[in-house]
Nanobody, 123 residues
Framework: VQLQASGGGLVQAGGSLRLSCAAS????????MGWFRQAPGKEREFVAA???????YYTDSVKGRFTISRDNAKNTVYLQMNSLKPEDTAVYYC??????????????????WGQGTQVTVSS
């Protein structure tokens, strides 16, 4: 299984970025997909997740600004990030897991992780 994240970069506050995560080696449509982030000196935290059923969940700090979506035909999950803030600066990781009735906000439940992509938001 491989998860390849891309789309990070440097953007000014208020700007937008779209992250992509291309998956291979798994039955993508049956996996829940999540995005997590880790800032320097901080623990990895949940950002958003989209279930195999297309239900989506977000951490409170990104609600209304970020949108997670998936394209099962392309085995890809996206994270559209708008109105970016300096506090969104972090390495963003995509991850995949399976399960029914699981808490997709917990990093420990994800079995597969991408390599991370850096997002830097300048003030």
């Amino acid at each position: 299984v491989q998860l390849q994240a891309s789309g990070g970069g440097l953007v000014q506050a208020g700007g937008s970025l779209r992250l992509s995560c291309a998956a291979s080696g798994l039955t993508f449509s049956s996996y829940h997909m999540g995005w997590f982030r880790q800032a320097p000196g901080k623990e990895r935290e949940f950002v958003a997740a989209v279930l195999w059923s297309d239900n989506a969940y977000y951490t409170d700090s990104v609600k209304g600004r970020f949108t997670i979506s998936r394209d099962n035909a392309k085995n890809t999950v996206y994270l559209q990030m708008n109105s970016l803030k300096p506090e969104d600066t972090a390495v963003y990781y995509c991850a995949a897991r399976r399960g029914i009735g699981v808490d997709v906000r917990k990093a420990a439940g994800y079995g597969y992780w991408g390599q991370g992509t850096q997002v830097t938001v300048s003030s």
